[in-house]
T-cell receptor, first 111, second 117 residues
Framework: RKEVEQDPGPFNVPEGATVAFNCTYSNSASQSFFWYRQDCRKEPKLLMSVYSSGNEDGRFTAQLNRASQYISLLIRDSKLSDSATYLCVVNRVDSSYKLIFGSGTRLLVRP | DAMVIQNPRYQVTQFGKPVTLSCSQTLNHNVMYWYQQKSSQAPKLLFHYYDKDFNNEADTPDNFQSRRPNTSFCFLDIRSPGLGDAAMYLC????????????????FGPGTRLTVL
């Protein structure tokens, strides 16, 4: 079982749609959670950290369910510019400095 | 205002010909990382430096080496590139502060895309 698992997609949605991605992680001791965005042939960029209480940044909402060990990302009112791969990231329990990346979920927003 | 800079952005080398990729940062972060990312795969950590302390991942081939001469710079040396080493190489940095046992955010450079002929 992979340490961080994501549905690879692609999710193909029209502009204005709401789309949700889920991610599961295997180690219940993980403490830090992030969503990164990666455009084609570019580097990953931090989209948002994920906090236990859930957090929102504009059209983006992230939630953490520790009991079920999954993280979600909700994107409302999708824009063409949201088309990218979204990487779920969890810290490695054996080292505070290391992160484990999921393979990413690809989102395509069409006009 | 680039914070993590990688050079070159594109590197073409021949099979077996050594190559060096460079990374510099203006964030004054203590930790620097090198990742390898192949198409449609997750970034794979090769090694990292915490200050001058080098930490190799157990499954990183000996063909990959790294140097960190000072806080700002870190180099990735591939001694004898094979066709399977063609990938995007990403440098990242983070602060050393631990957050309640968790991890700090990592900031990535734009990457170097390596082609091996």
């Amino acid at each position: 079982r992979k340490e961080v698992e994501q549905d690879p997609g692609p999710f193909n949605v029209p502009e204005g749609a709401t789309v949700a991605f889920n991610c599961t992680y295997s180690n219940s001791a993980s403490q830090s959670f992030f969503w990164y965005r990666q455009d084609c042939r570019k580097e990953p960029k931090l989209l948002m950290s994920v906090y236990s209480s859930g957090n929102e940044d504009g059209r983006f909402t992230a939630q953490l369910n520790r009991a079920s060990q999954y993280i979600s990302l909700l994107i409302r009112d999708s824009k063409l510019s949201d088309s990218a791969t979204y990487l779920c990231v969890v810290n490695r329990v054996d080292s505070s400095y290391k992160l484990i990346f999921g393979s990413g979920t690809r989102l395509l927003v069409r006009p | 205002d680039a914070m993590v800079i990688q050079n070159p952005r594109y590197q073409v080398t021949q099979f077996g010909k050594p190559v060096t990729l460079s990374c510099s940062q203006t964030l004054n972060h203590n930790v620097m990382y090198w990742y390898q990312q192949k198409s449609s795969q997750a970034p794979k950590l090769l090694f990292h430096y915490y200050d001058k302390d080098f930490n190799n991942e157990a499954d990183t081939p000996d063909n990959f080496q790294s140097r960190r001469p000072n806080t700002s710079f870190c180099f990735l040396d591939i001694r004898s590139p094979g066709l399977g080493d063609a990938a995007m190489y990403l440098c990242a940095t983070s602060r050393s502060a631990q957050l309640a046992g968790g991890s700090d955010t990592q900031y990535f450079g734009p990457g170097t895309r390596l082609t091996v002929l």
